[in-house]
C-alpha cells in the first residue's frame, strides 16, 4: 500500500472503525483512541495489507481486538448515557418523530450493549456495517454456522427488548 | 410448516436478501398466521433501526493527529534525510578537496633544493666576481674607453682649450 492508498484508506474507513468501536466498547473516548491506533498500525503494517476490502477487513479485526482487549482489562462496565435523547414533551409532529426516534435509538444501544462482545461484534458487522458471513466468520474466528445461529439469536434477543420497550411497529 | 419454521425462513431470508420471495409454503402460513407477520415486520423495523442507528465521525484532531504521526511525520524525515544527505555530501566533497590536494615537500627534497640554489647563487657570484675582475682589467690595461675609465674625452678637452 503506498502512502496515497494510505491516505484514501484512512478516509475511507476512519469512520468505520470508529463507529465499530464506539458501538463495540461504548465509549467514545476510548473508541477514538482505538480508532486512532487502528489507522496508526495500518500505517506501520502498511506493506502487508492491500488497499480495499482487505483494507476494510484488517482494519474491523484491530478494531475488535483493541476493543476486547480493552474491554477485558476494564472491570466495569459503562452504562449507555441517558441524557443526550431529545425532550418528547415537546407535542410538534416533527419533534415528536424526532423524540421516538431517537429513543429508539438510544434503547436499541441498550439492547445491543446487552450482548455478550461477541455478539455484538457480529450484528455490527452484519448489520450495520454490511460485511459478507464469510468475511466475518474469518475475522472472527468463527465458522458459518456458528456465525449465522449466533446472529439469528442475537436478532432475537434485539427484537425482543426492543417489542418490550414498545418502540417497534 | 408451524410458526418456528416460517421464523427460521425468516431469518434466512433476512442472512440472504429480505426482497427475496418467501416461498409458497411460508407465504401460505403467513398469510393466515398474524404472529408471523407481526415477526417479519419487526425483524426488518429492526434492520432498519440498526441500519439508522446515529454514526458519528471520527473528530477531526484525532484525524489530525493520525496524519501528524504517519504522513507528515514521514514528509519531515525525508527532509531530513535531504538535508543531512546535502551535509553528508558537502562534507565529503570538502574532506575529498582537502586531502587531494598536493603534499608540501619532503625534508630531502627542501635540502636538495637549498643545495641547488646554493649552487646557482654561487656560480653567478662567482660569474659576477669573475664579469667584475674582467672589467677593472680592462680598464687599468685601457682596453675600453676613457669614459669607461673615468677620464675625460679628447673631444671635450679640445672644446675647452
Redesign the interface.
Known sequence: MT?IE??AA?LEH??R???YA??LIRD?DEA?DI??EC??RL?RHRDQVEPGPACRNWLLRAAHNLCIDRVRRRSTRMEIRQDDAPDPADGRPDALRVAQ?AQ??RL??HALSELTDRDRAI?LLR??EGLP?DEIAELLGLNLGTL?AT??RA?EK??VA??RAE??? | MNCETVRDAIHELFDDDPAMPLGGAVEAHMASCAECREFLAEMTALRSALRALPREPLPSAVLDGVWRDTVRARRVALWRAAAAAVVVTALGAGTYFVSSRPSGPSQAELARAEAQAELVFGYTARALAATHDAAARNVIERKVSPAVRGETSPRTSRRSS
Do not use: C, G
Request: proline letters at 5%; charged letters at 20%.
Open positions: 502512502t494510505f491516505q484512512v476512519k469512520d472503525v470508529h463507529n464506539r458501538y467514545p477514538s480508532a486512532q489507522l496508526l500505517w426516534s429508539a435509538a436499541l444501544q450484528v448489520e450495520i458471513y449465522k446472529l439469528h436478532r434485539l427484537r426492543l417489542t418502540v417497534m411497529p
